[in-house]
């Protein structure tokens, strides 16, 4: 599986923007998550979209702002990102999982097997 991310930018504070990540490869995904590496802080969880029944998790300092969804057709995952605050600035990683307890361990950069390659977000006060 190789992902690729997209749709970073430099923004002001109260604005969005859309990250996609398009998968390619044949592998069945449990889960799909973004995660995020700020300056000078470990990468943390974002959000995640798990399958089977479909469901979505985020972090608190995210809900209400954040959404995950998927496109199966394109077999890409976005994350509509609304209100930004200076605190989002960061790198932005989306990531597959594709174990079976990836899905229960969502919130662990453990549990998921592939990465793309990051795209910014500067969020401008």
């Known amino acids: 599986v190789q992902l690729q991310a997209s749709g970073g930018g430099l923004v002001q504070a109260g604005d969005s923007l859309r990250l996609s990540c398009a998968a390619s490869g044949r592998a069945f995904t449990v889960v799909m998550g973004w995660f995020r590496q700020g300056p000078g802080k470990e990468r943390e969880f974002v959000a995640a979209l798990r399958r089977s029944p479909d469901r979505t998790y985020y972090t608190n300092s995210v809900k209400g702002r954040f959404t995950i969804s998927r496109d199966n057709a394109k077999n890409t995952v976005y994350l509509q990102m609304n209100s930004l605050r200076p605190e989002d600035t960061a790198v932005y990683y989306c990531?597959?999982?594709?174990?079976?307890?990836?899905?229960?361990?969502?919130?662990?950069?453990?549990?998921?097997?592939?990465w793309g390659q990051g795209t910014l977000v500067t969020v401008s006060s």
């Open positions: 990531a597959a999982g594709l174990r079976s307890d990836s899905g229960v361990y969502y919130y662990s950069d453990l549990s998921y097997d592939y």
